[in-house]
């Protein structure tokens, strides 16, 4: 099924999806042109870039839509060919740089583009060359895509039979969890990913007639880059909300105002709920991110634990029982630090809650 796959390229294969790895061994086979079509904004050029990544391709991505037949390889050249003028093409550059190295070249929009663009790039896509005399080299990959027309009410043009049967056709889906796991934990806002982790079904929501912006992973993607250049990749919600509630709406629509509340839901909870009542707020706090708990041990760390009631130490373990091994052990490392007299019966009781952990502290930090 590989075929004439390098060793080195199969061992890369191993840290693809399985949708990836199949898309490039669509690529890879040369026979026929991969074709995805799915609704904007589901990550087609993520998928593809992804994939080149991965693979140790670099990635060239044509948007069809957006460029004239000049620059897909149509712009007329006069050449002499045993003294007599031929009409030839130039080159574009993106085609030259193509062939120094493995690439991945993408054709985006295919079915939105102008008919002489179309042309241009089917050409390649089908005949893998420029003209008479450029021709991609094998280490060149190639792959289009495309949007639905009317069922995501974009403007699109229908193939003809000759054309769709050169095509191998699929329907690119994107799922929250895919989504989550191989894209957005390593480049999105973790608030952002917490709240389509709750939410999946807000992950794509259809626009309507009363906004023109909606809920897309790719509209996700912008606005996390929007807290993340403005405030940081670790902002806490209370710091990015004031600006965000006036301009969420303008990345993903009518899903701003469920965000806007969640955030606001998160700011509410404090470190006063988990002390006084961890048994109300316990099923609400499930729902949030790690950086919801990051904050409230940091406030944790502002009270003089020998000052708080058993019930409160009792509520404290409720917590820290919750939250992440390496958040457990900072904060009982600051216990260990800040508290002179551990061995009160009161704190050794919370401390040994949590023994496993303090033994590893211990073994940690044993003098070698």
């Not at 700011?267 to 919801?292: A, C, G, M, P, S």
């Amino acid at each position: 099924m590989i075929g004439t796959l390098t060793d080195e390229l199969v061992q890369k294969m191993e840290n693809l999806t399985e949708r990836e790895r199949l898309y490039f061994q669509v690529m890879w086979s040369k026979s026929g042109v991969l074709y995805i079509t799915s609704k904007p904004g589901i990550a087609k050029s993520a998928i593809s870039r992804g994939i080149a990544n991965k693979m140790g391709f670099s990635y060239s991505d044509v948007r069809l839509s957006m460029v004239d037949e000049t620059d897909v390889g149509l712009y007329p050249n006069v050449s002499d060919v045993d003294g007599v003028k031929c009409l030839d093409f130039v080159v574009p550059r993106w085609a030259i740089e193509a062939n120094k190295r493995p690439t991945i070249i993408h054709f985006e929009e295919l079915n939105r583009a102008s008919l002489p663009v179309r042309n241009a790039a089917l050409q390649i896509l089908l005949e893998r060359c420029i003209g008479v005399d450029f021709k991609f080299n094998d280490n060149v990959l190639m792959m289009c895509s495309g949007n639905l027309g009317d069922e995501d009410g974009t403007d699109v043009e229908e193939f003809d039979n000759a054309l769709n049967n050169r095509l191998i056709h699929y329907s690119h889906t994107l799922g929250a969890k895919e989504w989550i796991d191989n894209f957005a934990k390593e480049n999105v806002h973790s608030t952002i990913v917490s709240y389509i982790g709750n939410y999946p079904e807000k992950l794509y929501q259809p626009p309507n007639e009363n906004t023109k912006a909606y809920a897309t992973p790719r509209s996700w993607t912008f606005m996390s880059d929007f807290i993340v250049k403005n405030f940081g990749k670790d902002a806490s919600p209370k710091q990015f909300l004031p600006i965000l509630s006036q301009i969420a709406h303008g990345f993903v629509g009518n899903s701003a105002q469920r965000f806007i509340q969640y955030c606001e839901e998160m700011i509410n909870i404090t470190i006063k709920d988990i002390l006084n009542d961890f048994d109300r707020v316990e099923k609400e706090l499930e729902k949030y991110n790690r950086d919801k708990n990051s904050e409230l041990i940091h406030s944790l760390k502002e009270y003089d634990i020998k000052k708080l009631s058993e019930k409160q130490l009792e509520n404290v373990t409720k917590f820290l029982k919750k939250v992440s091994e390496d958040e457990l052990t900072a904060y009982l490392l600051h216990v260990l630090d800040n508290v002179p007299d551990v061995a009160d019966p009161k704190i050794k009781k919370f401390m040994m809650s949590f023994k496993d952990v303090l033994v590893t502290i211990k073994k940690i930090n044993k003098p070698k």
